[in-house]
């Protein structure tokens, strides 16, 4: 799988915009951009995910460059709850465009949101 | 709740017991993964099933370790003959056929004296 690099930490003011970066510049053509975060004490949850073209749901916005080579994580308005550490991983997809096996976890960016 | 349980969600131990964590899935996911994570660092992805077929073990799970999921449904990890560096949350997640997503646990954290 390819490797990924994501700042050690971030912060940001509560209601503003956060955008957190991540680096694969090895990636390859089949291989999806996932993103989880995990809050302190809890297991991860999954944010958000992408081949291509960009993405938003309910919790963010993902938006991948025309290379591919990297992409940034948007939570629009952050609250005190987003404070967690987020992962970027970059995973193949399977037959059928869907993606299962393991998830190889970075060390992440530590956000913390500030009041 | 009808997400992913793990018990129990806190094991002290001695060096050289063994240990048993069990996971119940959510109920109609097939797939079940269980990873380990220590202090600082992301979770490492240990072994992998599919219905009860394991499919995928990391070199990280030493000969100390196993892995069963009988019936398809729930599963336990045993460890064997625990060492200090087994020191760790253990999680496990689970996801559905042709869903992308993992849902995971809330971890056992295993402490080994």
């Known amino acids: 799988d390819a490797k990924t690099t994501q700042p050690t930490s971030m912060d940001c003011a509560e209601g503003r915009a956060a955008n957190l970066p991540c680096n694969h510049s090895?990636?390859?053509?089949?291989?999806?951009v996932y993103w989880y975060r995990q809050i302190h004490s809890q297991g991860p949850q999954y944010i958000i995910h992408?081949?291509?073209n960009n993405e938003t749901n309910e919790m963010a916005s993902l938006i991948i460059t025309e290379d591919r080579k990297s992409s940034t994580l948007i939570l629009p308005h952050a609250t005190l709850r987003d404070t967690a550490v987020y992962y970027c991983i970059v995973r193949p997809a399977n037959a059928g465009g869907t993606s299962y096996g393991k998830l190889t976890f970075g060390q992440g960016t530590i956000l913390t949101v500030h009041p | 709740d009808t997400g992913v349980s793990q018990n129990p969600r806190h094991k002290i131990t001695k060096r050289g017991q063994n240990v048993t964590f069990r996971c119940d899935p959510i109920?109609?996911?097939?797939?079940l993964y269980w990873y380990r994570q220590t202090l600082g660092q992301g979770p490492e992805f240990l072994t992998y099933f599919q219905n009860e077929a394991q499919l995928e073990k990391s070199r990280l799970l030493s000969d100390r370790f196993s892995a069963e999921r009988p019936k398809g449904s729930f599963s336990t990890l045993e460890i064997q003959r625990t060492e200090q560096g087994d020191s760790a949350m253990y999680l496990c997640a689970s996801s559905s056929q042709g869903n992308n997503e993992q849902f995971f646990g809330p971890g056992t954290r295993l402490t080994v004296l």
């Open positions: 090895t990636i390859s053509g089949n291989e999806y």
């Open positions: 109920s109609e996911h097939n797939r």
């Open positions: 992408g081949l291509k």
